[in-house]
């Protein structure tokens, strides 16, 4: 083995050796980010890694796109649900389409009761085309749900919201659904799909990811900006479904 040939394999093992999984963002730090949302939102799956992305976005320059079917502002109103007619939800403004979202680094793919809906064809043929092309998908609470509708989950091993576990597991028949996890990582195939548990768990997903791809310090300046104590452990889930609750299922 000549010289260059045995320092390249000897690089090649010190940087797989030190990283555990190739870095899908090769060195770089994830720029681009897409918010993706649909009536019947959770609020928090939007806004909880929104606000450290915002957070993070005083640190280095990023972007994030907020994306739906069409321009229109969208509700987080239920579907159904709403059995008082209770006024308690808001709108969120999408910047692009489904048609017109830029490159991403990021995909985050939300969840939320309106996950469930019919008329989502066009929003689930998006995550199925978007996903090959980002470097990244992450999924919160019900989102990968969702993105088990569109089959990008197939043969990938993933978790969801804990009281939804039953209805959801069901959109992905071929997925490995881990029901005792906060958050999942999926590295064997790219892009990575890391998705998150139920609504808060998403923050947690999200700080593990600034901690990964941007720095420790920086992921511990946000939660101390939020008071937000992490889980800094996936497998620390208060919430996680056990063998014998599984069953029951
Ligand atoms: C990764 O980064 C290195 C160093 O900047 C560059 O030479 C290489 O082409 C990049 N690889 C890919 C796949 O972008
Ligand atoms: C969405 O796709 C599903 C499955 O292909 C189909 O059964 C359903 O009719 C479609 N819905 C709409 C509104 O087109
Ligand atoms: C699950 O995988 C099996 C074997 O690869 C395949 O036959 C089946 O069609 C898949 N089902 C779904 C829903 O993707
Ligand atoms: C964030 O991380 C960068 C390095 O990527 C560092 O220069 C900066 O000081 C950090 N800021 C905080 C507040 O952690
Ligand atoms: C599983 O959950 C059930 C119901 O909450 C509880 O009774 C049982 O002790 C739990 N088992 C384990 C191994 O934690």
Not at 14 to 21: E, F, I, K
Not at 40 to 55: H, M, N, R, T, W
Not at 159 to 164: F, L, P, R, Y
Request: glycine residues 8%.
């Amino acid at each position: 083995m000549g010289f260059l040939q045995s320092l390249g394999t000897y690089v090649s093992l010190l940087s797989l050796c030190s990283s555990g999984v190739a870095d899908p963002f090769n060195g770089t730090k994830p720029q681009s980010y897409g918010m993706l949302f649909f009536p019947a939102f959770d609020s928090i799956d939007v806004f909880g890694p929104l606000e450290i992305l915002q957070f993070l976005g005083y640190m280095h320059k990023i972007d994030v796109a907020f994306i739906a079917e069409t321009l229109d502002p969208v509700s987080s109103l239920p579907l159904t649900e709403n059995k008082f007619n209770s006024h308690t939800h808001t709108s969120l403004t999408p910047t692009h389409t489904i048609h017109t979202a830029p490159e991403l680094d990021v995909l985050i793919v939300v969840g939320g009761p309106g996950m469930r809906s019919n008329s989502l064809n066009a929003t689930i043929q998006f995550i199925k085309e978007k996903t090959p092309k980002v470097k990244q998908l992450i999924t919160v609470c019900t989102g990968s749900g969702l993105a088990a509708r569109s089959g990008v989950l197939d043969g990938k091993k993933a978790t969801t919201h804990k009281t939804s576990w039953p209805g959801i597991i069901k959109f992905g028949p071929n997925t490995t659904w881990l029901p005792d996890k906060r958050w999942v990582e999926d590295d064997s195939g790219s892009p990575p799909i890391w998705s998150s548990s139920g609504v808060s768990s998403g923050m947690d997903l999200m700080l593990h990811f600034v901690e990964t791809y941007y720095t420790l310090e920086n992921a511990t300046w946000i939660g101390k900006m939020m008071e937000y104590v992490r889980h800094t452990d996936p497998n620390d889930d208060p919430f996680a479904i056990n063998g014998t609750t599984l069953l029951r299922v």
